[in-house]
């Protein structure tokens, strides 16, 4: 199975901040790469897929990068509503896996 | 509006059974891949089991020989019939739908709310 790590694990931020996760994997996954924002409570989100292809409705404040083993998601200046915890999971190959998420918390 | 809506979801005594529903609206289950995905408490988000457009199905390692995944074209609904239920299958389970981009590279579009399962004596 292919092994997703992030980091950090947690951050905290203040609004209006610029906010990187990476994202990597344990083999090369190209650019099989999505990543998701999961609120209490409520359906995970898709924000970015193919590692740097914005969802249709997706604020432009979210980006991504990376191709191979190593990736990023950078929110350019954290609104209120962004803070979340936030996912990367391959889809290169099943069991497609998650990393163990980067909780973003406010500062 | 494409949507998902899980339900079933229960408390369940270990070695017990449940089937989880997935029902479709906007969209045809049988042109599209599906997935389930849990959450154990204060844990990450972890994929259990993938119908594909063709049938083929796939499951994650700790659910094999105890989870099925199936589908109902007539009432555009997929089910994940779980037995030998254990305290550690206890989780809030998500529906997906995947979309597809490129090259088939496929990702969870459209997900529900969840539904609760509850493994405990």
């Known amino acids: 199975d292919i092994q997703m790590t992030q980091s950090p694990s947690s951050l905290s931020a203040s609004v209006g901040d610029r906010v990187t996760i990476t994202c990597?994997?344990?083999?090369?996954i190209r650019g099989y790469l999505n990543w998701y924002q999961h609120k209490p409570a409520k359906a995970p989100k898709l924000l970015i897929y193919a590692a740097s292809t914005l969802q249709s409705g997706v604020p432009l404040r979210f980006s991504g990068s990376g191709s191979g083993t190593d990736f990023t998601l950078t929110i350019s200046s954290l609104q209120p509503e962004d803070?979340?915890?936030?996912?990367?999971?391959?889809s290169y190959s099943i069991p497609y896996t998650f990393g163990q998420g980067t909780k973003l918390e406010i500062k | 509006?494409?949507?998902?809506?899980?339900?079933?979801?229960?408390?369940?005594?270990?070695?017990?059974?449940?089937?989880?529903?997935?029902?479709?609206?906007?969209?045809?289950?049988?042109?599209?891949?599906?997935?389930?995905?849990?959450?154990?408490?204060?844990?990450?988000?972890?994929?259990?089991?993938?119908?594909?457009?063709?049938?083929?199905?796939?499951?994650?390692?700790s659910v094999k020989g105890r989870f099925t995944i199936s589908r109902d074209t007539s009432k555009n609904t997929v089910y994940l019939q779980m037995?030998?239920?254990?305290?550690?299958?206890?989780a809030i389970y998500y529906c997906a739908r995947e979309g597809i981009a490129s090259a088939g590279l496929y990702y969870f579009d459209n997900w529900g709310q969840g539904t609760q399962v509850t493994v405990s004596s």
């Open chain 1, 24 to 28: 990597r994997a344990s083999q090369t």
């Open chain 1, 83 to 90: 803070f979340a915890t936030y996912y990367c999971q391959q």
């Open chain 2, 1 to 61: 509006e494409v949507q998902v809506v899980e339900s079933g979801g229960d408390l369940v005594q270990p070695g017990g059974s449940l089937r989880l529903s997935c029902a479709a609206s906007g969209f045809t289950v049988s042109n599209n891949y599906i997935s389930w995905v849990r959450q154990a408490p204060e844990k990450g988000l972890e994929w259990v089991s993938v119908i594909y457009a063709g049938g083929e199905r796939y499951y994650t390692d």
């Open chain 2, 83 to 90: 037995n030998s239920l254990r305290a550690e299958d206890t």
